[in-house]
C-alpha cells in the first residue's frame, strides 16, 4: 500500500527547549486511520503540527505521496495534500455552514471543482447539507465538528490530521463523529488521528502507535493493541480491553 505521508526519523521542538520529539517515524498508508497515544504532553499534537508544517523539524524527513516536502511550511503542505483539523473549536460561528465550508476550499480557483466538493462533502456528512444556511453558530458541539470535517475536506487532501476531534462532545456525539472519521477514511482521505480517549479511538482506528518519551514505542494492528493488558494498564485506563465487534473495515 502507498504511504500518504511518512514522518521519518523526526527530531522538534519549541525554542531553546529539549526536543520533544526524538527520532520519530510513523507512516499513514492509504486508507487507513492511524491513531496516536501516549501519556499528556508526550508530544502527540507536536507530531501533528510537524506533519502540517505548523512546526518544522529540526531534523528528519516529511514524504507526502512519496514526495519529500520536509521544511515546507503550512500552505505548501496543504497544496501537498495535508490538512490539520486543529484541536478544540475552530468554525466561525457568525459566519454560515456554507460559508464556513466554502472557506476550506479558498484555493481552489476552478467553480466546477468548488461545486464538486461542496456535493462530496454535503454527501458525505449530511448535517452540513441540511444546515447549509444556518449559522454554524447555531450547531452542536458535534455538528460543528463535523462543519470542520467537511472545511478540511474541501481541498481533496490525501491525509487529514484531527487533533482530538471528540473533546468537549458528550458520547452520543463522540460516536457520530467517530463514524464520520471512518466515512472519511472509506472516502478515500487518509487519517492520522490522535486522541484523548485513547480506548475509543483504537476503535475505531486501523493502525495504533504508542508514543513515548518522543517516539513511537509501540504500534501494530489497533485490535491488538487493544487487548493487550500491559497496553491497557499504561494507556487506557487501566480497564481490560472489552470484546469488539469484528473488524470496522
Ligand atoms: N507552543 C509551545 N511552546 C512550547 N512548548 C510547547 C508548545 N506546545 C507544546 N509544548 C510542549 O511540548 C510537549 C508536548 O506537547 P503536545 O501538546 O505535543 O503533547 P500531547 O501528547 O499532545 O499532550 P496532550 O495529550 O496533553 O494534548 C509538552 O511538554 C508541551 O508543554
Redesign the pocket.
Known amino acids: 500500500m502507498a504511504s500518504e505521508i511518512e514522518l521519518v526519523d523526526i527530531q522538534a ?3 531553546r ?1 529539549a526536543p ?1 520529539l526524538r527520532g520519530l517515524s510513523v507512516s499513514v498508508e492509504s486508507g487507513t486511520i492511524v491513531c496516536l497515544v ?10 501533528l ?1 510537524v506533519a502540517s508544517g505548523l512546526l518544522k523539524p529540526r531534523s528528519g524527513r516529511i514524504l507526502v505521496g512519496g514526495v519529500d516536502v520536509t521544511g515546507q511550511g503550512p500552505q505548501r503542505m496543504l497544496a501537498a495534500g495535508v490538512a490539520h483539523v486543529l ?1 478544540g473549536h475552530s468554525v466561525f460561528q457568525e459566519m454560515t455552514v456554507a460559508e464556513n465550508v466554502l472557506l476550506g476550499g479558498y484555493t481552489l480557483r476552478d467553480k466546477s471543482v468548488i461545486g464538486e466538493r461542496v456535493e462530496f462533502v454535503k454527501e458525505l456528512f449530511p448535517v452540513v447539507a441540511e444546515r447549509w444556511r444556518s449559522l454554524a453558530g447555531l450547531l452542536s458541539g458535534g455538528q460543528q465538528k463535523q462543519v470542520e470535517f467537511a472545511r478540511s475536506l474541501m481541498v481533496n487532501p490525501k491525509v487529514v490530521l484531527l487533533d ?1 476531534p471528540s473533546m468537549g462532545l458528550d458520547p452520543k456525539a463522540t460516536s457520530t463523529v467517530f463514524e464520520q472519521v471512518v466515512r472519511m477514511r472509506d472516502a478515500g482521505t487518509a487519517v492520522l488521528l ?1 486522541e ?1 480517549n485513547a480506548r475509543r479511538a483504537l476503535e475505531t482506528a486501523d493502525l495504533g502507535c504508542v ?1 513515548d518519551l518522543g517516539r513511537v514505542h509501540i504500534s501494530g494492528p489497533a485490535p491488538q493493541l487493544l487487548a493487550d493488558p500491559q497496553l491497557g494498564e499504561l494507556y487506557l485506563g487501566g480497564r481490560p480491553a472489552e470484546p469488539r465487534p469484528p473488524a470496522n473495515r
Open positions: 521542538g519549541y525554542g527547549a520533544v501516549g501519556p499528556n504532553g508526550a508530544g502527540k499534537s507536536t507530531v503540527k484541536q482530538e490522535v484523548q508514543l
